[in-house]
């Protein structure tokens, strides 16, 4: 099974900065089978990012992926009130797809 | 446009089993790639399981080996997954999710992402 850490667990920001969030997988992965979804309480994730970099219908342009092999990151250049959040990565690299354990973006 | 509908929540004793429901609409459930990922209270997601179309066969998360039956009805375009043994640690927010393909860049293979999500049904296992 690959393991996701994600890292930091939470991220203390004001709106404006910029957020950069990171996933480290156990072992290499293409950045094809690496995705990003946002949670808010209450509702189901959405997701964010496919493919590592690609984003998904509707995402602003704030929201950007990268990386590839075990280190990935999520950026969101300039935090908007409705981007605090929770988010996870996730691959689908093998057979048995998990999930990193999150980083909650709260406001400062 | 693909909408996931789940059916209600639902409260079970321990050692009972559970079967939720995720109607398709939108698409025909054959033409898609179901999975299941929930959220205890407080807790980050975790991926049950899921159809894979490379071979077509379901695969299951090897923490829930034995004790999860994912299943489908063409039918009537809904996919079920049932959850046996219930126990305390079970109580949770339980997602289906559609996943999307994508052609991999110079290959004939596809990768998977979860892109169209049900709202979640609560499960809670209580004596």
């Known amino acids: 099974e690959i393991v996701l850490t994600q890292s930091p667990g939470t991220l203390s920001l004001s709106p404006g900065e910029r957020a950069t969030l990171s996933c480290r997988a156990s072992?290499?992965?293409?950045?094809?089978?690496l995705a990003w979804y946002q949670q808010k309480p209450g509702q189901a994730p959405r997701l964010l990012i496919y493919?590592?970099?690609s984003r998904a219908t509707g995402i602003p342009d704030r929201f950007s992926g990268s990386g590839f092999g075990t280190d990935f990151t999520l950026t969101i250049s300039r935090l908007e009130p409705e981007d605090f959040a929770v988010y996870y990565c996730q691959q689908s690299g093998s057979l048995l797809w998990t999930f990193g354990q999150g980083t909650k973006v709260e406001i400062k | 446009q693909v909408q996931l509908v789940q059916s209600g929540a639902e409260v079970k004793k321990p050692g009972a089993s559970v079967k939720v429901s995720c109607k398709v609409s939108?698409?025909?459930?054959?033409?898609?790639?179901m999975h299941w990922v929930r959220q205890a209270p407080g807790k980050g997601l975790e991926w049950m399981g899921g159809f894979n179309p490379e071979d077509g066969e379901t695969i299951y998360a090897q923490k829930f080996q034995g004790r999860v039956t994912m299943t489908e009805d063409t039918s009537t375009d809904t996919a079920y997954m049932e959850l046996s043994s219930l126990r305390f640690e079970d109580t949770a927010v339980y997602y289906c999710?559609?996943?999307?393909?994508?052609?991999?860049?110079?290959?004939?293979?596809?990768?998977?992402?979860?892109?169209?999500w049900g709202k979640g049904t609560t499960v809670t296992v209580s004596s």
């Open positions: 999710a559609k996943a999307a393909a994508n052609a991999l860049p110079f290959s004939p293979d596809y990768y998977y992402y979860m892109d169209v």
């Open positions: 072992q290499s992965i293409s950045s094809s089978y």
């Open positions: 939108g698409y025909t459930l054959t033409q898609l790639s």
């Open positions: 493919g590592a970099s």
